[in-house]
Structures are given as C-alpha cells and as structure tokens.
C-alpha cells in the first residue's frame, strides 16, 4: 500500500485551470483522443464535455492527465489503453473533475502490461511501480463505471480527496500477477473522501480488495475479491487523516485469499475508527484469518501487541458465512480500548483456534 497523495496535490495544483462551465458543446470528432500529446489534451478538455480515448498508448513516464476537466464530462475508453514501462511513481491515468464519468466501450481493456513491473517485491523494493489510476478530487455525483482493468504494475485505485463518487462495474484482473511477481497490487485504496460507493465489481489482485484508511459514509457492496488480502478498514493510523467514520460493507465474496473480512490499525498511532458494519458477506478458501480485527499493525507484520489510540467503535458484524482453510483461523482479535461491538450470525467452518484472542468489548457477542 502506498500514499502518493501529496504528489497528487502538487499535480492538482499545478493543473487546475478554469473551468468553462459551457454545456452548449457539441461531440465532435476533435473530442477524441488518440495520442498522449499534453497540448492536445489540454485543448480538449478545454473544449469538450464528452471525450473518446480511443486507442492510445502512453508514453513511458507519462500520466494521462484528465484532470480539470469541465463539470459533467464523459470520458469513454475505447479500444485498447496501455502504457510504456518506466520506472516510476505514476499515476499512468489520473481523472479529476465534478459531476465526471469514466467508462468504457464494449471490449475496450486499460491494459497496465503489469508483468514488466512485477519482481515479487511491489512497493517494498525493486523497480518503482506506478499506480495505475489516481480518482482524486472527483466529486459532486462523478461515476467511474464499466471499466475493463488488466494487469496493473501495483496499487490500482488510489481515491483521494473525492466525494459523492460511484465506482460500479468494474473488473480488476491482475491474476497473471499470482503466478508472475505482481504483489501489492490493492484493488482500491481510499482517504480523505466522502460518500464513496463501490459495488458490483471484480478485483482479482494480490493485495487488499478495498483498504479504507480514512473518510466518512464509504459503502462497498456486491463486489467480488479474490486472490488477495481481502476487504480492510485500514492500517488506520500514521498519516494527517487517521479517521474513519461510517462504512458499511455489505453483499461481498472473499475467496482464495490470506484474509475474508478486517480492521487492522497501526501500532503506536492514533486516530478512530466509528460505525463499520460489516453485513451479509461470504469467505471461502481463506489461508490465515477468516475475520481479523488487530490494534498492532506494522507493514513489516503485526507487533502483537495491541495499542489503544485507535479506538474502534461501534463495530457491527452480521451475517458471514463460508469456510476458511484448514490451516486458518476463523476469528482472530487483537485490541485495546474497544468498545460497542456487536457479532450476529457468523458461521464460518473449517481451521481452528490457535491464536487467544484480547480486547473483546463486553456483550460483543463473539468470543475466540
Ligand atoms: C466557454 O466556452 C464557450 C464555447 O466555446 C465560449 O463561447 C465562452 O466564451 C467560454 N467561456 C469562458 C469563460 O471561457
Ligand atoms: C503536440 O501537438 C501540438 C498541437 O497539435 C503540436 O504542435 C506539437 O508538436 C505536438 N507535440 C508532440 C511532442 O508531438
Ligand atoms: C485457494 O487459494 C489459493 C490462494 O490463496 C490458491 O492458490 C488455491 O488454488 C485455492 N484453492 C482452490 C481449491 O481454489
Ligand atoms: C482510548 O481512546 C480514547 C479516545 O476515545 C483516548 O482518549 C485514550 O487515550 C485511549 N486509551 C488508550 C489506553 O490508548
């Protein structure tokens, strides 16, 4: 996992121009983009409120740069949209704006040509990866739908500073990367947003499905998640936004994957974590923890000892179901200063209870 939300900011910065709020424009042919030129790009957002991406390849080191564009644009991915290998930090596409959607045509692919990155080592070391797509300070109604996502070189989605977002339908297949060194490729990544939903969608990845690290009223519903880390609050903790406040996470299926459900918040830090609901979601084929909530999270592994500066709260989980591997546990929690908790309606098979669990509210409704 990994935070280039500052570099996002400079970029915003740097990129906002003024905004013709101008519907009148028609689409025209001139509203297609077919090559990375940023002067021609420019022109077009200037000029345009609905916008092809037709085919394009992105020079190495290169962003698509969709940033500012005018309130109410649709950008529709056409054909294939890939990019040169580089070593570095990306984003390879970054869409900003109000009221904006993303989509795609019929058999379009956003093809990241991951295997050029991959080493096994993801964002710990080796050549640097680029994210694939910054959603930062999209807002007011924006939709990101339809998307046909393959072979990312690490994190796909980083959401930032966005709110009122809707990411519905899309399909993350980064499982060439299983058999090939991808590694910390998170399906989602969100902070410092609002009012972000994420549902009916596929992630096939090798890291977290979602991973909320901050923000308020996040809901993430009907997806599919597999391969991977599975659905996490978190490692809440360590930056300037160690709050989340309200997600529900609802209707999910976590198979062949290390975790089925999660909180995880980070040793020694502060911050909150409020109102998550976890509700009706399947787990199956799940190697380590079938539900993990842990106060002792470090990315080099977990200290083992929960601290309590991240207090979590009002905590709800109802309504898993599945079975996780015989090598797994089932339940595993780790925390200090937790409190309002509230377990209903878990029936996982399989593993078995190797780990004490500690820090478990009273009336919780769940031991282990
Ligand atoms: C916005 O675009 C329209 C159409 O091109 C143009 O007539 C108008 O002057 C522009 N407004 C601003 C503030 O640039
Ligand atoms: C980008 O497009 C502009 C306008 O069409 C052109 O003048 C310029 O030479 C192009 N730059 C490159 C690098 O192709
Ligand atoms: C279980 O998940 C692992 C990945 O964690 C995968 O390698 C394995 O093939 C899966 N097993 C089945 C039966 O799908
Ligand atoms: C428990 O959380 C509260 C905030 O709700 C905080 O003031 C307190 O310091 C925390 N206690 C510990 C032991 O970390």
Excluded at 60 to 76: C, H, M, P, R, S
Aim: charged share 15%.
């Amino acid at each position: 996992m990994k935070h280039t939300f500052l570099l996002s900011a400079l970029l915003a910065l740097a990129q906002a121009g003024p905004v013709n709020h101008s519907h009148e424009l028609q689409k025209r042919s001139s509203c297609t983009i077919t090559t990375s030129n940023l002067s021609e790009i420019a022109s077009i957002k200037k000029s345009c409120t609905s916008i092809v991406v037709d085919g394009v390849t992105v020079p190495a080191g290169e962003t698509l740069d969709l940033t500012g564009l005018q309130t109410g644009t649709t950008v529709t991915f056409e054909g294939t949209t890939s990019f040169g290998y580089s070593s570095w930090e990306g984003p390879l596409i970054f869409v900003s704006g109000s009221a904006v959607t993303v989509t795609g045509a019929s058999g379009h692919v956003l093809e990241g040509n991951g295997a050029k990155w991959w080493d096994g080592l993801g964002s710990n070391g080796g050549v640097t990866k680029p994210t694939f797509f910054f959603a930062h300070f999209m807002d007011e109604g924006s939709v990101i739908k339809n998307l046909n996502i393959h072979n990312t070189p690490a994190e796909v989605f980083s959401i930032y500073g966005s709110h009122e977002l809707t990411i519905d339908s899309v399909t993350i297949d980064d499982s060439d990367g299983d058999s090939e060194g991808g590694h910390n490729t998170d399906g989602f990544d969100i902070a410092s947003s609002s009012s972000i939903t994420i549902q009916d969608s596929i992630i096939k990845n090798q890291d977290d499905c979602v991973a909320i690290d901050s923000g308020s009223k996040i809901q993430f519903l009907n997806n599919h998640c597999s391969g991977g880390h599975g659905i996490s609050i978190g490692g809440v903790g360590g930056t300037s936004d160690n709050s989340v406040n309200g997600a529900t996470l609802s209707g999910n299926t976590v198979t062949n994957s290390v975790i089925g459900l999660r909180v995880k918040t980070l040793s020694g830090a502060t911050g909150r974590v409020k109102n998550v609901g976890f509700k009706n979601n399947q787990i199956s084929n799940i190697s380590q923890y079938g539900i993990t909530i842990e106060g002792d999270y470090e990315n080099s592994g977990p200290t083992g000892v929960a601290t309590g500066g991240v207090p979590i709260t009002g905590l709800t989980v109802t309504g898993v179901t599945g079975s996780v591997d015989s090598g797994a546990q089932p339940i595993y929690i780790l925390v200090e200063n937790a409190s309002d908790w509230s377990f209903s309606d878990i029936d996982i098979t399989g593993g078995s209870y190797s780990k004490k669990c500690s820090g478990i509210p009273s009336g919780a409704g769940v031991s282990c």
